[in-house]
Antibody, heavy 118, light 108 residues
Framework: EVQLVESGGGLVQPGGSRRLSCATA????????MFWVRQAPGKGLEWVAN????????NYVDSVKGRFTISRDIAKNSLYLQMNSLRTEDTAVYYC???????????WGQGTLVTVSS | EIVMTQSPGTLFLSPGERATLSCRAS???????LAWHQHKPGQAPRLLIF???TRATGVPDRFSGGGSGTDFTLTISRLEPEDFAVYYC?????????FGQGTKVEIK
């Protein structure tokens, strides 16, 4: 069974940093594109970043470029999102996920809440 | 950036009725990298459809996706009580992999 479990959320001050983790099971992350998506309070889903199978192709939404870094640990089968220079507008539930392939559907984690506030 | 626009914003329907949700891309998608997700409050989003029309594992066949180019639809043939939720389309052809703003299906 495919599972994704996020952790690392919490309260952080503006300008601070936070590292989110996404532990996975039931598949090998080196075989899939992986992503982070967020949902701010009262808003819709916003795609944040993704990384390809071998880590050679990484993309970010403009609003987090230069501040957030997506990475993976193949040995731990885990995905990460390092968030620096956090702003109040980064407050959201952050979801990790596995993208669909041509023949397999994707999967979402349950999400972790990050609150940026003084 | 490819902008995804969904309509209507809210759909008021009764159980048993048919729901048709629309999604328009600002640029024509040359691949089939179009997905639909269902999201209920307090829950993880759920992938319903990928590749424009392929149902994800476990998704009932009352859900169907279609379209091409810039215009895509999600149809729920007969609404069940558990289908009242927010639905998002998403293009994965070109980063950033943008979502539409969502269509909320509410009970009339």
């Amino acid at each position: 069974e495919v599972q994704l479990v996020e952790s690392g959320g919490g309260l952080v001050q503006p300008g601070g940093s936070r590292r989110l983790s996404c532990a996975t099971a039931g598949f090998t992350i080196r075989n899939y594109w992986m992503f982070w998506v967020r949902q701010a309070p009262g808003k819709g889903l916003e795609w944040v970043a993704n990384i390809n199978e071998d880590g050679s192709d990484i993309n970010y939404v403009d609003s987090v470029k230069g501040r957030f870094t997506i990475s993976r640990d193949i040995a731990k089968n885990s995905l990460y999102l390092q968030m620096n220079s956090l702003r109040t507008e980064d407050t959201a539930v952050y979801y990790c996920g596995r993208e669909s392939t041509s023949s397999e559907g994707g999967h979402w984690g349950q999400g972790t809440l990050v609150t940026v506030s003084s | 950036e490819i902008v995804m626009t969904q309509s209507p914003g809210t759909l008021f329907l009764s159980p048993g009725e048919r729901a048709t949700l629309s999604c328009r891309a600002s640029q024509s998608l040359s691949t089939n990298y179009l997905a639909w997700h269902q999201h209920k409050p307090g829950q993880a989003p759920r992938l319903l459809i990928f590749g424009i029309s392929t149902r994800a594992t476990g998704v009932p066949d009352r859900f169907s996706g279609g379209g091409s180019g810039t215009d895509f639809t999600l149809t729920i043939s007969r609404l069940e009580p558990e289908d009242f939720a927010v639905y998002y389309c998403q293009q994965l052809e070109r980063a950033p992999d943008t979502f539409g703003q969502g269509t909320k299906v509410e009970i009339k």
